[in-house]
């Protein structure tokens, strides 16, 4: 066990949240002679809708909430122009509007589901747009508080950048988690300094690392993203973030393919200089991301395995009609057929099964 990860699991361990040590082989010599893997199941990868179910009994909906925040990318305080990928509204769903009350896009978002689902559900209130702790903490306060508020409504999921969390902010997401569940997701999209440059985050790896120690150390519980296929890094260089990303101590990560959407300034970039961007297909991508499941700490809950953004705003080549749940249904398939799982090629670790109780 790393160093880092023994922070973590003191930091979980103080906050009352349970450890579980392996059950699997991850020694990569062969396979484990009777599954259940490490995370608890026969599926060859940690999925975070499993531990979630395991771990409160019930199944959790997020609903996303636009609390009209703002980022420092794009007010001017670090920059203007914003990430180059970024468009918000390729991906927020049309009750969530900045000027809505949160509660009624809470109540808009659970009677959508409810009707999908047609079963009772508790939800987490998923701050998804923009930098949801880039604000004074009274204000986050209000607004998170406003949030649990809603009957149903069990915790938060909330999205920021690295650069907008303080110990102010990070000490009251402490104490809230005590009560309830609280996932904060802090976007770095790469572990490569010139891609973070490319990609105009305006913030650097280092930041990023400090940014999950800090959180670690108050028990809170934490993910990431990374895209692949970034015209600044190479497929070696996509791959050998599996092992950056696994001694960082975070519990979740969500994983996309490079998408073009409309409206940013990668759109712009594409249509200049196409010949700069090496798409994946939907093959090369499976492939690469079961290598990439290979060297992952297998402590790491997988959340997502690839972007779909609405094909209204994809200004660049797709996957084209596979949806993200079939992409999942063909990694578990590829994942079978070699006999293969997360974790596999890590060295012997003990793996450190999150759980955030409320
Ligand atoms: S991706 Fe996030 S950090 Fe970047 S400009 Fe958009 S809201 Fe800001």
């Known amino acids: 066990m790393t160093e880092k990860t023994n922070d973590t699991a003191a930091a979980i361990r103080k906050n009352g949240i349970a450890t579980e040590s392996n059950g699997g082989d991850k020694t990569g010599a062969e396979s484990p002679a009777s599954p259940p893997f490490s995370w608890g199941n026969n599926r060859r ?209 969500k994983l996309h393919q490079l998408q073009i959407i409309k409206d940013t300034s990668l759109e712009k970039e594409y249509a200049l200089n196409p010949s700069k961007f090496h798409f994946f297909k939907i093959e090369e991508y499976i492939d690469f991301v079961i290598d990439f499941l290979e060297r992952l700490s297998p402590s790491i809950c997988m959340e997502r395995f690839s972007g779909e953004a609405p094909p209204r705003f994809q200004a660049g080549p797709t996957f084209g009609m596979i949806r993200a749940d079939k992409v999942i249904q063909i990694i578990e398939k590829r994942l079978e057929e070699h006999d293969t799982w997360q974790g596999k090629l890590r060295p012997r670790e003990n793996s450190v099964i999150f759980a955030n109780s409320f």
């Open 45 to 253: 990868f940690n999925a975070y809708s499993d531990f979630l179910r395991k771990q409160y009994g019930f199944r959790l909906q997020k609903l996303s909430v636009n609390a009209g925040f703002s980022c420092p990318n794009r007010d001017g305080s670090k920059g203007r122009g914003g990430c180059v990928f970024c468009n918000n509204s390729a991906f927020n769903p049309s009750y969530c509007e900045p000027g809505k009350p949160i509660r009624n896009q809470l109540e808009e978002g659970k009677e959508f589901h409810a009707w999908r689902y047609r079963k009772s559900l508790k939800y987490i209130a998923y701050f998804q747009a923009f930098s949801n702790t880039y604000a004074p903490l009274e204000v986050l306060k209000k607004r998170y508080e406003e949030a649990l508020s809603i009957s149903d409504v069990v915790g938060l999921s909330i999205g920021t950048r690295p650069d907008c969390v303080n110990e102010e902010i990070l000490d009251y997401l402490a104490r809230l988690s005590e009560k309830h569940f609280v996932h904060l997701e802090m976007g770095i999209e790469s572990c490569y300094d010139k891609s973070l440059q490319w990609m105009n985050r305006k913030h650097d790896f280092e930041c990023a690392r400090r940014a999950f120690a800090m959180a670690a150390e108050r028990g809170i519980s934490t993910g990431t993203h990374l895209i692949f296929g970034l015209p600044s890094q190479s497929r070696e260089e996509d791959l050998r973030q599996a092992d950056i990303i696994s001694e960082l101590p975070l519990q979740t990560l």
